[in-house]
């Protein structure tokens, strides 16, 4: 007859054991309303306003041109022309702090960033060099060409920084070392809070 009563008696011990324990666990995956407000508004204040720039990518073209006067698809005898040019530019790569959205929890911050995008490209035609340049008499380079293979060139370049990863990746990093750093080392967050990143379209 006791040892019915001592069964039960455990069991229900056990059973609020039980209950205790789950609610610690949800109640540490939660912050209160105000808290996350007050993280959230620290964290906004700390990020830049608008666009950040988190890599520079600084480049010199060599760009070989040749073409030639044409009549029906074919080449003109005597209109082609070959040349050897450089140029340098930059190309910056970031996002907008404005699409940064977060999510507070009992010890993370969750930063859902951004894709990272060409924010500019700048080509400086002060360093356009000619190299070497093969013309005809009747079909010699023009200002006009110039710009043209300038323009040509650019677009080149923006597709081949599209198309790198590693750049993407570099530019991803360096962002998140400097957030990292200096949102863990404001009052209310260093020792509490960890910074994690979320980074849209990420592989």
């Keep these: 007859m006791y040892l019915k009563y001592f069964v039960i008696l455990i069991i229900l011990v056990l059973a609020v054991l039980f209950g205790i324990f789950i609610g610690s666990k949800l109640y540490s995956g939660t912050v209160s309303k105000e808290a996350e407000i007050n993280i959230k508004s620290t964290v906004k204040e700390i990020l830049p306003a608008a666009e950040y720039t988190s890599l520079v990518y600084h480049y010199t073209s060599v760009i070989t041109h040749s073409e030639a006067a044409k009549l029906f698809s074919f080449d003109i005898p005597l209109t082609e022309k070959k040349a050897i040019y450089t140029i340098d530019g930059s190309i910056k790569m970031g996002f907008n702090c404005a699409d940064i959205a ?3 929890s009992y010890n993370s911050i969750v930063l859902k960033m951004p894709r990272i995008k060409i924010l500019s490209h700048e080509i400086y035609p002060e ?42 990746l570099q530019a991803m990093k360096f962002a998140e070392d400097q957030f990292k750093q200096t949102l863990e080392n404001l009052p209310g967050i260093k020792g509490i809070h960890t910074v994690i990143f979320d980074w849209q379209g990420a592989k």
Excluded: C, P
């Design 127 to 168: 360093t356009f060099s000619l190299y070497d340049e093969k013309t005809s008499l009747f079909n010699r380079y023009t200002l006009k060409d110039a710009n043209a293979i300038q323009l040509a060139n650019k677009d080149e370049m923006e597709l081949k920084v599209k198309q790198n990863r590693g750049l993407y």
């Design 102 to 104: 977060i999510d507070i």
